[in-house]
């Protein structure tokens, strides 16, 4: 049975079982734009590229802290993405798919859904490339990409959330908040962000100690690392 075939009868089945995830179990007065974010593929050229393979799942998960920051859109955790891949074993090899970002936005009761993928060179060059679909008309509504360095891989998820809600036409968010929130991405260096990334995978694979002793070590490079701490305290349940 090919992607497309089981990605359908996955759907149907979900629909006759009133299998749902706790993203659509939401009050039904809140009218704001549901967005869910995918694992991002990884692009990344040379002998190390495998090294920044955590980041597949911590850019993706980075950039729903920030877009989280916007109280006007809803979107949906990571943790409930990635149970619903678990679930139903989509993604588990290979780069995501328009078809399968669709798929898994009606599992989740989401309307847009956003992956893409990164590069790095050997330079440290990095640029993140977003694409957002609408799961109503199956199309992409807006692609976005943001250059930078490695270095200032923080303040690259900041800027590519700043333009994904801007291109996706969501509420502003309040100014105040946006300028704390682009202050406090310049000051965390690139080391605390791969090591919550690392987690990131560890968790996904199971390994929840080494997943806590990633985060601890992420926190030890930069205390005041919001994500790693939400994730530690997730973890930590």
Do not use: W
Request: charged fraction near 25%; hydrophobic fraction near 45%; proline fraction near 4%.
């Amino acid at each position: 049975m090919n992607i497309a075939m089981r990605l359908s009868v996955v759907a149907a089945c979900a629909a006759a079982m009133g299998i749902v995830s706790s993203a659509v179990a939401q009050d039904a007065t809140d009218v704001r734009p549901t967005v869910a974010v995918m694992n991002f593929d990884n692009g990344a050229i040379g002998p190390s590229a495998r090294d920044y393979d955590g980041l597949t799942r911590g850019i993706g998960g980075l950039l729903i802290v920030e877009m989280s920051k916007n109280p006007k859109i809803r979107v949906v955790e990571r943790d409930q993405v990635q149970h619903v891949l678990d679930e139903h074993k989509l993604v588990a090899t290979g780069q995501v798919t328009k078809e399968t970002a669709v798929q898994v936005g009606k599992l989740l009761g989401a309307r847009h859904m956003i992956f893409g993928g990164f590069v790095i060179d050997t330079k440290g060059n990095t640029r993140l490339v977003a694409r957002s679909v609408n799961v109503e008309t199956s199309q992409i509504e807006y692609v976005e990409s943001v250059d930078g360095s490695q270095a200032n891989l923080m303040t690259m998820i900041n800027q590519l959330a700043g333009k994904l809600n801007s291109g996706l036409k969501f509420p502003d968010l309040p100014k105040p908040m946006r300028d704390a929130s682009i202050e406090s991405a310049k000051k965390v260096p690139f080391q605390a962000a791969m090591l919550y990334s690392r987690a990131l995978a560890a968790a996904d694979g199971g390994d929840r100690m080494g997943a806590l002793d990633l985060l601890q070590k992420s926190l030890a490079s930069f205390p005041d690392y919001e994500p790693a701490k939400l994730e530690l305290r997730r973890l930590e349940k």
